[in-house]
């Protein structure tokens, strides 16, 4: 997939913009807080009407304005040409695409898939679990219609046997109800995770391969809040046994929404013993992994993003990052400094307090 | 606009269906534009309040203290009951005339997350009925979610244990005159999963 255009109205610090992309390799070049990220931020946007930025769509309104919007041109390798538009209210959100409403999310996740590359990737291997299950949820109900579908199934279960807990009177009838609708949705979505953290696994060896030339392998190790095989049957007893306990804290303490992932490094978790470096291309193997993956199921190369993270790493790790790059991905950037010219053509645009310019 | 006018259309606005500008423009219809309907409406909601009432036995919609239109019907096989949420799944399905049995309507489905639980819906007439010997078949026509898969089992877990009654679900899959090519993922699993021997 490539981007032809963007157009941006309200959206940040950007008040209005048009912007059209030719080639493969384009790049945002401005200060720091001009709204470069802002840009990449917008077109991330696209593969599941989220920011990679923040959960909250109302933070990329401009101050004072009721609504943003986008749109964006497409080359797409399945679809052709497409036209995206994304309307941004603080109350909800509108998607066109080709002149037809999508209704639902679920038509649309995961059609123009987008990865970005960001400083905030490291929380990844540092951060916390919710984080971490964010991302892996998005990544996946992106590439899986059935994954959403099983996330969206399990968080309502989950939500209603929640209410039930909340409120005094529930019986272990009423609990027992929902569980019976929780827990097959439980076991669907544990073994959907479980797939998708072993496809993700086997890229991400060999993205780190070739980023980072050392000896010890990394793996992606999930770790699930039941960590008994996903039966459903299992899964039930554990919810019916946990009732009590449930009870008193008023919630659902244990199940697949509080699932976790680890990055591994020679088989040890890279949160404690990875270095710094380590942890830095092992979060970029993992976005490049994700690209992997992404064009492998779908068919469709995602653009990637990749916002300043270079700036960040040796000429060396640089150089092999580029390397690793599929050679056919359109590339958007951002930096302060002009991008490497031996990469190829790259299509510069100025950044400055939200104007954005293409340079000559 | 005057305070009973006001009055008139903040009664309107709760309606379902009926927002701001609907309320405003029925409220002007039947005051100044058609006033002589006024009478007509305002006699058929005193009739209507003082005489429709649920159905003692289905919870369907009857007149005073009579059974409800389907209960009555002596053609109709008491002993088989579909299980629905709302009188209007019960309109649905009496308009495609595929049933000839008699209704259970809960007005309503087990639904935490909005304070629904099994005291606000008619099960306890249900559970009477199944008691009582009469029902041979119970048909959940219940909704294809999580707070429909619950009433379910909720209800077939107080079924009475002494009268075996034969519980069912209706099936779930293809829309007919629908292709395979169309259907979703999870439709295409359950029309899977519910597949018949073909004789």
């Keep these: 997939m490539r981007l032809r255009s963007l157009n941006l109205r309200h959206f940040r610090n950007v008040t209005l913009t048009r912007l059209e992309f030719s080639g493969r390799l384009v790049c945002f070049v401005g200060g720091n807080g001009q709204g470069k990220t802002n840009l990449l931020e917008a077109v991330g946007l696209l593969t599941a009407l989220r920011s990679f930025r923040t959960p909250d769509n109302r933070l990329l309104l401009m101050h004072n304005q009721p609504a943003a919007a986008l749109i964006c041109e497409l080359d797409h390798e399945r679809v052709g040409t497409a036209k995206v538009s994304i309307t941004l209210r603080r109350d909800g959100k509108e998607v066109w695409c080709d002149d037809t409403r999508v209704a639902k999310l679920a038509d649309f996740i995961g059609r123009f898939p987008t990865v970005a590359f960001s400083s905030q990737d490291q929380q990844l291997v540092r951060g916390s679990p919710a984080g971490r299950r964010r991302w892996l949820d998005v990544a996946a109900a992106a590439m899986e219609p059935d994954y959403l579908r099983a996330l969206l199934a399990y968080d309502k279960a989950l939500e209603a046997r929640n209410s039930l807990l909340k409120s005094e009177g529930a019986s272990d009838a009423e609990l027992e109800a929902f569980e019976v609708a929780l827990a097959p949705a439980a076991a669907d979505l544990i073994a959907r995770r479980s797939a998708v953290i072993a496809t993700l696994g086997a890229h991400l060896a060999k993205a780190y391969e070739r980023i980072a030339s050392g000896a010890e392998r990394p793996a992606l190790v999930y770790r699930p809040d039941f960590d008994e095989e996903p039966d459903a049957e299992a899964l039930l007893a554990r919810l019916a046994a946990s009732r009590g306990r449930d009870r008193m804290f008023r919630t659902t303490v244990g199940g697949a929404h509080r699932d976790d992932f680890e990055l591994t490094l020679g088989g040890r978790d890279a949160k404690d013993y990875g270095s710094e470096g380590q942890q830095r291309s092992l979060v970029l193997a993992l976005k490049l992994a994700q690209a992997a993956w992404f064009h492998e199921r779908s068919g469709v190369r995602p653009v990637l993003l990749a916002d300043d993270v270079l700036g960040e790493l040796d000429a060396a790790r640089r150089r092999e990052f580029w390397q690793a790059v599929d050679p056919e991905s359109q590339v958007i950037a951002t930096g302060t400094a002009l991008p490497d010219a031996t990469l190829g053509n790259w299509r510069i645009f100025r950044v400055a307090d939200g104007e954005v310019s293409p340079e000559p | ?199």
């Design chain 2, 1 to 199: 606009m005057t305070p009973s006018f006001e009055k008139l259309q903040q009664a309107l606005k709760q309606l379902p269906g009926i927002g701001y500008r609907s309320a405003e423009r029925i409220a002007l219809n039947l005051l100044v534009e058609k006033p002589a309907r006024l009478p007509a409406l305002v006699a058929a909601l005193e009739e209507a309040a003082q005489s429709v009432r649920r159905c003692a036995r289905c919870g369907n919609l009857a007149e005073g203290d009579a059974p409800c239109a389907v209960c009555a019907d002596e053609r109709r096989d008491a002993g088989v009951v579909c299980v629905v949420e709302q009188v209007p799944d019960l309109v649905a399905i009496e308009r495609s005339g595929a049933f000839r049995g008699v209704y259970h309507v809960l007005h309503g489905k087990l639904s935490p997350i909005n304070g629904v639980g099994p005291g606000d819906l008619n099960l306890a007439t249900l559970l009477v009925r199944v008691e009582s010997g009469e029902v041979r078949e119970l048909i959940l026509a219940l909704s294809n979610d999580v707070e429909g898969e619950a009433t379910c089992h909720y209800l077939t877990q107080h079924l009475p244990s002494a009268n075996a009654v034969k519980v069912s679900r209706i099936g779930f899959g293809l829309p007919s005159g629908g292709g395979v090519l169309y259907a979703d993922s999870v439709t295409l699993k359950s029309a899977l999963d519910a597949r018949r021997n073909y004789d």
